[in-house]
């Protein structure tokens, strides 16, 4: 028995012990391979599973109908203003995963393919948490548990996200503010005061609604809407721009806004509004044409009146020349009148402050002033008046002659058919028929001067200047800001007449002023023919007397004697008179427009030898343009006795 125990020992110990070391030692060779294998596998693989299967802890991405891919970014996240802490219980934080709303962008390349493996983000995020166990194992820290490091990793990913996502909205925000600024900023550019429009508008609307008869209807809504109107006129009151309006202007639009909401909800007849804004687009286009009748007539009748203080002026110099003795009255160097060597001007004016600028300002830029000679014709009225000015403000060494048209006895009506046409029954009828309802609609035709012999007394010059070659003639309603003496040399190349052309604008061509339907007309004179203008026009009076231009005009006149071939005025005969005998001038010698024109450019007025103040809007008057009324007036003494008497300011 003792043997047999001794036997079983060491066969236990050489055959059996032997046999279960070996087996131990095969089982944990093999645990520790499919360990290493198994997340080898996951790491591949996970990629894989869809997002709808059971994923357990497994909450790093959020989860759509479609298999995991690669993120390449963020295009928008919805509710993504927040972001998450930086601890949080890991069961929170997965739950917080599901309700992430994040659109990924994913490619569709090979999940076989190496570079997605090595750029795939949970190979990244495990490689990641080993590094981080292994610092902490140096450490001596407690390694994270494979549910932390899920955990951890999910959360980290979507901290990640969401910083993403936020940062994304915010600049979309940031573009979208900076968009509606802009545009903002843009249409108050475009639109300038728009608050002052809107209100406007909306009074229009308002008044709309309280004419409708489902506003009538509703009391109430007519007392609140009358409240509104009234309290849009009060901020409204004289308010041409938005800073003129108070400060509650704003409260008072978005109340009447309101308002007028209610009242498009109350009006349910839409056939009665249009009818109701047409009947008021038709009341506004009346009074529009009312209105722009009367401003025509108020401003023909302002032309026409000679202010206070101009009327004043040649009935206190008046005064004053008969008070003069006769060797008093008399112009030094009356001898250089008729010399054809020197620079003769002609203008024809009864207005003594006008000429007085016109002579002022060319000598003023004349190189010799003393070669200037200037031949000033007027009525019996004025005539007194314009020679005393003169004679207390003499032109410098320029010569100067005052004549009176009465004095001309050789202009009489059996010489002169306009004299006779002047002096007719019917002409005086024509200009003084105006209550009638057959009158002419255009009132510039019946304006004063045209009644005046001065007015035509520029088809006489060889007459009055009978030793003279070669004239200037100048309006009294022109500046000349250059020496002019280069006209004199200039060579007309056989014309009469030198002048700037005004064909830029259609209505300054032939048809504008003369009746084509008149065959007299429509068989001599192309009527798309080139005009141009009175103010500063050369004249040669050689060519003139050879041509027999006088003749001309008066067989013209006869034939228009009952106004069928133009109406009145000194244009329309001159185009006729000097057709085809007109020498075009540059442009920058002549510049029109500055008594109706506020837009005339400011190069060419700055360029130009003369400006004219031709139209309604003189400088002199009220009505002038503002602009332009500092070229004419700095020539004009202000501090002079007489202008101090009567009152005549700048």
């Known amino acids: 028995m003792m043997v047999r125990n001794v036997v079983m020992l060491m066969l236990f110990v050489t055959v059996i012990a032997p046999i279960i070391l070996y087996t131990d030692r095969l089982g944990s060779i093999h645990t520790s391979s499919s360990s290493s294998s198994a997340r080898d596998e996951f790491a591949q693989d996970v990629t894989a599973f869809p997002f709808n299967a059971q994923t357990g802890r497994l909450n790093l991405l959020p989860q759509e109908l479609s298999t995991l891919k690669e993120p390449i970014g963020v295009v928008y996240s919805d509710n993504s203003t927040k972001s998450l802490p930086e601890t949080k219980e890991s069961e929170a934080s997965t739950n917080h995963s599901h309700q992430v709303s994040a659109r990924v962008l994913s490619t569709t390349t090979n999940e076989q393919d190496l570079s997605q493996k090595k750029d795939n983000p949970i190979v990244q995020v495990t490689q990641t948490l080993e590094q981080g166990n292994q610092l902490l ?6 390694p994270a548990t494979s549910e932390q490091n899920t955990n951890n990793a999910s959360q980290n990913t979507e901290i990640k996200l969401d910083q993403q996502s936020t940062q994304t909205s915010v600049k979309v925000d940031q573009r979208k503010s900076v968009k509606t600024i802009s545009e903002k900023n843009n249409h108050e550019t475009t639109i300038p ?5 809107h209100l406007k508008d909306q009074l229009i ?14 009391p109430h809504f007519t007392r609140e809407i009358r409240l509104r109107i009234k309290e849009v006129q009060r901020a409204l009151a004289d308010a041409s721009k938005d800073s003129d309006l108070p400060r509650n202007a704003n409260d008072k639009l978005k109340a009447m806004e309101q308002t007028l909401a209610k ?7 839409c056939a009665a509004m249009v009818k109701k804004l047409r009947a008021m687009l038709h009341s506004m286009d009346e009074q529009l044409r009312v209105h722009k009748k009367q401003t025509m007539f108020l401003t023909q009748l302002t032309a026409k009146t000679v202010p206070k203080g101009l009327h004043c002026l040649p009935l206190r110099l008046t005064t004053e020349y008969y008070s003069l003795n006769s060797s008093q009255r008399n112009f030094p160097n009356q001898e250089r009148l008729e010399d054809p060597l020197l620079y003769h001007y002609a203008l024809f004016s009864d207005n003594v402050l006008a000429a007085a600028v016109v002579v002022n300002s060319t000598v003023t830029h004349a190189k010799d002033p003393a070669n200037h000679v200037f031949h000033i014709v007027t009525d019996r009225l004025n005539y007194a008046a314009m020679r005393m000015w003169f004679l207390v403000n003499p032109p410098g060494k320029a010569t100067i002659q005052v004549q009176n048209i009465e004095e001309f006895t050789w202009l009489n009506s059996s010489y002169s058919p306009v004299l ?3 002096g007719s029954a019917s002409m005086i009828d024509y200009y003084f028929r105006t209550h009638r309802s057959n009158s002419d609609s255009n009132l510039k035709f019946r304006n004063p001067k045209y009644l005046s012999i001065l007015n035509h007394l520029r088809f006489y010059l060889p007459e009055i200047f009978p030793k003279l070659n070669k004239v200037l003639f100048l309006d009294d309603d022109i500046v000349v800001q250059k020496d002019l003496t280069g006209l004199w040399s200039l060579d007309l190349k056989g014309n009469v007449n030198g002048a700037v052309e005004t064909c830029g604008e259609s209505f300054h061509r032939f048809d504008r002023y003369l009746n084509f339907s008149n065959p007299l007309i429509s068989k001599n004179f192309d009527p798309h023919a080139c005009g141009w203008a009175y103010g500063m026009n050369v004249f040669d009076l050689e060519q003139w007397k050879k041509q027999n231009i006088t003749e001309l005009y008066h067989r013209w006149q006869k034939l228009n004697h009952d106004r069928q071939l133009w109406k009145l005025g000194t244009l329309p005969p001159g185009l006729i008179t000097f057709w085809k005998r007109t020498y075009p001038l540059d442009r920058s010698w002549h510049v029109l427009g500055l008594g109706y024109n506020p837009s005339v450019n400011q190069k060419e007025i700055d360029r130009a030898a003369v400006i004219h103040y031709n139209g309604n809007m003189k400088p002199w008057l009220e009505i002038g343009i503002p602009k ?6 700095k020539y004009v003494d202000y501090d002079h006795m007489y202008m101090r008497e009567c009152n005549i300011n700048p």
């Open 205 to 218: 609307r308002a008044k709309v609604y309280l004419s409708l008869p489902a506003t009538r209807n509703n």
């Open 263 to 269: 009242g498009k909800q109350i009006q349910d007849d």
């Open 193 to 197: 005061d728009g608050r002052v429009r």
């Open 137 to 142: 194992a140096d450490s001596g820290a407690k």
């Open 420 to 422: 006779k046409q002047l």
């Open 628 to 633: 332009y009324r500092n070229y004419w007036a």
